[in-house]
């Protein structure tokens, strides 16, 4: 069974810096085929970064540039790293895990390729 539990998340000054973890549990692919997904009040989850089937990180176009994603595979962990983080950034954060590992980008970034999630957790900007 995958289990996946995020941590980090808070209340933070904008401006400031966070840093999100999902540790894995169960999951076939260590920290590959993994991913960040945020969704804000009243609007749809979108994808944020991944990590590719070849270990890869890559960051969603429509995210900030502000945002990076990193692992540690022998922990089975990911994280994501906000900076300077602004009011829009305020959202909660899943993470998520493919159960079929597919190549390239467009699959990391479907959030249709996505089977487990898990419970979120959430970012508050304030100023």
């Known amino acids: 069974q995958v289990q996946l539990v995020e941590s980090g998340g808070g209340s933070v000054q904008s401006g400031g810096s966070l840093r999100l973890s999902c540790k894995a549990s169960g999951y076939t692919y260590a920290t590959n085929c993994m991913g960040w997904f945020r969704q804000a009040p009243g609007k749809e989850r979108d994808v944020v970064a991944g990590i590719l089937s070849d270990g890869t990180e890559i960051v969603a176009d429509a995210a900030s540039a502000r945002i990076t994603i990193s692992q540690d595979n022998p922990r089975n962990t990911i994280y994501l790293h906000l900076d300077n983080v602004q009011p829009e950034d305020t959202a909660k954060y899943y993470c998520?895990?493919?159960?079929?590992?597919?190549?390239?980008?467009?699959?990391?970034?479907?959030?249709?390729?996505?089977?487990?999630w898990g419970q979120g957790t959430q970012v508050t900007v304030y100023s």
């Open positions: 998520a895990a493919r159960r079929r590992c597919y190549s390239g980008r467009a699959y990391a970034l479907a959030k249709d390729e996505y089977s487990y």
